[in-house]
């Protein structure tokens, strides 16, 4: 297959066009970036620019990868590409969806309101935007060449924002012998793909040429089997010591990801359906899934010379010292 990946430099896409390249495809990929798989062909563009795609247009594609989030990107992709692309292959987000209330919802839920605008800032509205790269993929290429993949936290090796890895690292790096602060959520549902079966899923189901929508996310498992998991994956002895949820906020501790935040913790009980979506519909077309544990043993092997205070999430070794110290002589 001759597949155009939009992207190919950066951790999901670069793992999509090397999967394709190990599969025995032939890759292009437009990006910003110097850097791609190898055996791929770069073209170099910035999807700002009207006419980024200019330089790939007179080929045909077998399929088309995207993972952007700016709507104004997808928006003049699809337009280009609408003739040259037998398939779209669209990497969406669950933040699409309305609300995170309900645990176990499917593919049916509401949605956000597409954002109009081509561009946005506010983190707030990249739900939205990935509604409106939604709208603009289903509206050009129809449901019939079309995969829409809503994926869930992803972890797993070049973790960059570091949620999926901090607690692996922190049982392996305890601040303070042989203990490690935990929020007190112990049937918190957390789930995460791994980059790598992401990857594979999507490759394959391009293969096949496979459409529809479909939440690509990882298996559902409780904060405190996520903490197990890391536990494990770190071949640690590290007690977890749970610290109540009131107290944490009151102590300025964030929520999910970055700095002094403990991640993937959510103490809102309505954002528990955020991160228990049924992937059941993916499952059936073929989404493998590894164990959660190699997941975050592989993630943490990545970056497991890292100082705390390298890591864009989670807490600094004197910031967990501090709260610790604080929590255990209260």
Known sequence: MKILVLGGTAWLSREVASTFI??????TCVARGSSVPD???LVNAD???EDALRPVLGERWDAVVDVARQPGHVRRAVRDLEDAASSY???S???????HHDVGAD???????????????????YGSAKVACEHA???SFGADRSLIARAGLIGGPGDHTHRTTYWPWRFAHPARKNTVLVPDAPELPTAVIDVRDLAEWLVRSAE????GVFNATGPVVSFDEQLAAAREAADSTAEAVRAPEQWLRDHDVVEWAGARSLPLWLADRSWYGFSSRSNSRASAAGLALRPLVQTLRDGLAAQMDAASGDLTSGLTDDEERALLDELTHS
Do not use: I, K, M, Q
Request: no cysteine; aromatic share 8%.
């Open 39 to 41: 055996g791929a062909r």
């Open 208 to 211: 096949r040429r496979f459409t």
């Open 137 to 139: 993929v289903l509206d």
């Open 89 to 91: 292959v669209f990497v």
């Open 107 to 125: 593919e049916e839920a509401p949605l956000l309101e597409p954002l109009a605008a081509d561009s946005f800032t506010d983190p707030e509205l």
């Open 47 to 49: 999807r700002d620019a």
């Open 93 to 99: 987000t669950v933040n699409v969806y309305a609300s």
């Open 22 to 27: 190990g599969r025995g495809h032939e890759v």
